[in-house]
């Protein structure tokens, strides 16, 4: 099967993880324990937090909530200096490993080719090496 991405080129990054949060959908249940244990993957690396998704409550107080996907389920938000660093894919398993993850939005090697729309109208092809 073919999975085809179509972006503009302020997607593209030289590293994944360097310009905004990458999300990690955990189940509420132990979800302090669980932000514990993603931050564990990346103990000792500079420049590395991760932090739970809030967003202002609905009652109008200026009070933050916890954010809720369309499954019921809370965001864990990690963010790094300089992007993710090592084996992705080891990283990867690591984090679907953990009790209370249900998955992260770094989606490695699904797509077989990218459309990349450019600033100045042209249109840049990437496909997946073989």
């Known amino acids: ?31 302090d324990h669980t932000l514990g244990l993603v931050r564990k ?13 809030t967003v202002a409550s609905k009652d109008g107080e200026g ?21 993710i660093r090592g084996d992705l894919n080891e990283i990867s398993d ?4 953990i009790t209370g993850v249900v998955e992260h939005g770094m989606f490695l090697g699904m797509a077989t080719s990218v459309v990349v729309a450019k600033k100045d109208g042209t249109v840049a092809l990437l496909h997946k090496k073989k």
């Open 41 to 53: 993957v990346f103990d000792g690396l500079p420049g590395f937090s991760a932090r739970l998704r």
């Open 1 to 31: 099967g073919r999975f085809v991405v179509i972006v503009d080129e302020s997607k593209l990054v030289p590293r994944l993880g360097c310009t905004g949060a990458v999300p990690v959908e955990v189940v509420p249940f132990g979800c």
């Open 94 to 97: 690591r984090l679907l490993r």
């Open 63 to 83: 009070k933050e909530e916890m954010f809720v996907t369309d499954n019921g389920n809370y965001i864990v938000e990690m963010f790094f200096e300089d992007g």
